[in-house]
């Protein structure tokens, strides 16, 4: 009679020998694989499957551009204007503002560096013809607080811009910190 647990052992073994040389080769061949991409087609180069970064060839010779061919036919000028702010309240805060309009385009940007208003907001308001226009609540912490604002041009006949402390958010400006003209 046979001894059934040698032989079953026996091939136990075998099985396991077998899928731990196919692991080990899985392993290899993915390494492999991942060695070739990276040394052969990724020298110098970065992204996925659908976008390849490369660096552009040495030697390149820059061309030379007339003034004539840097208008684009429909473009639009936009005109730019910096604010001048004073400090009214007197807390020595500091502020610039950019403005940009036209083409139906409004961009306006506000930096500032005023005291931490703890519990209250900072606002930006255009001023101008007898009109006040709340732009918007600034954001920041501590000393640092900006607006960006990007809108259809709204707000480009309005020549003055303040920066008022609200303790109540509603479409009234109450205390004067800085104010401004482009």
Known sequence: MRDLAQSIGGSRQNSQKRVLRIALVAIAAAGAVFIFNNFFFGK???GGSAVVLRDAPFGLKPVGVSAQETTVKGGVDLTSQMATFQDVKGDGGSASATRSFGGGTYILN???TLPDPK???YQVWLVGGGETVPVDYMSGSKTSWSLTLRDTDKFSK??????????TKDSK????ILEGTF
Request: no cysteine; net charge negative; proline share 4%.
């Open 173 to 176: 400006p109450e205390e004067h």
């Open 110 to 112: 506000v930096s500032a």
């Open 44 to 46: 110098n180069s970065i």
């Open 119 to 121: 519990n209250t907001n």
């Open 158 to 167: 309005y020549k003055g811009i303040w920066i008022t402390l609200e303790r």
